[in-house]
């Protein structure tokens, strides 16, 4: 079946060591969003990909970082990740362009743990 | 800006007892509008969506009407299962201003008891 994949699903990390989180995908989507989701709350929307392009939030830390090699695959860098990092992170595909209003279809999630 | 506002959980119910969380939503243009699923320890599945005006989206038994009107899109069920137990997310795309990215509610946890 098409979907989103999420690896690992649980990660364990130290505080200010570097992580990085994957997703891949086999929809062929051209949209690729990552969202960081804390206890009891809405997913936030970091950034998004479409295509090539990068689109950072204006609220997201410095502290986070995407790459996209190609379309099937997106990565999630935490360069120094402190406490208040810790948090289920979902990848999430959407048919493009981003205005079109498709629905996104979500991967299982990472949850970071920052010990 | 765009937002979406849901009541607040938690819902507690009884197996085949009927469900309504309401969902609210403010938005610059013209938005679409979906209700996600979140099951324990899972990332969001879609239940259903509404593209327009007086659509009614509708998946599993669960129903919502996008009533531009009221700007709302409450969901409903006629009898819930134990299976149902979730947390459930209103959302918006909306056609202007930000019209890339899902706004979510705050996510209503429901549970349901045999």
């Given at each position: ?7 690992p699903?649980y990660?364990v990390t130290?505080?200010g060591?570097?992580?990085t ?12 969003y ?12 970091l ?18 970082q ?14 120094s990740?402190?406490l ?7 990848c ?8 079109l209003?498709?629905?996104a279809?979500?991967?299982?999630g990472?949850?970071l743990?920052v010990? | 800006?765009d ?10 119910l009884s197996e ?7 969902c ?7 938005p679409?509008?979906f ?9 969001l ?5 509404a593209?327009?005006?007086?659509d ?14 009221t ?7 006629g ?5 149902d ?6 959302a ?19 549970t349901?008891?045999p």
């Amino acid at each position: 079946d098409a979907m989103v994949i999420q690896n690992p699903r649980y990660q364990v990390t130290q505080f200010g060591k570097p992580v990085t989180l994957s997703c891949s995908q086999t929809l062929n989507h051209n949209v690729m969003y990552w969202y960081q989701q804390k206890s009891s709350q809405a997913p936030k929307l970091l950034f998004h990909y479409y295509d090539k392009d990068f689109n950072n939030e204006a609220d997201t830390p410095d502290n986070f970082q995407s790459r996209r090699p190609n379309t099937s695959f997106c990565f999630l860098d935490i360069r120094s990740p402190g406490l208040g990092d810790a948090a289920m992170y979902l990848c999430a595909t959407s048919r493009g362009p981003p205005s079109l209003n498709t629905e996104a279809f979500f991967g299982q999630g990472t949850r970071l743990t920052v010990v | 800006g765009d937002s979406v506002t849901q009541m607040e959980g938690p819902v507690t119910l009884s197996e085949e007892a009927f469900l309504t969380i309401n969902c609210t939503y403010t938005a610059t243009g013209y938005p679409s509008l979906f209700w996600y699923v979140q099951y324990p320890g899972e990332g969001l599945q879609l239940l259903l969506k509404a593209t327009k005006a007086d659509d009614k989206g509708s998946n599993k038994g669960f129903e919502a009407t996008y009533r531009k009107e009221t700007t709302s899109f409450h969901l409903e069920k006629g009898s819930v299962q134990v299976s149902d137990s979730a947390v459930y997310f209103c959302a918006l795309k909306d056609s202007g201003g930000s019209n890339y990215k899902l706004t979510f509610g705050k996510g209503t946890l429901l549970t349901v008891n045999p």
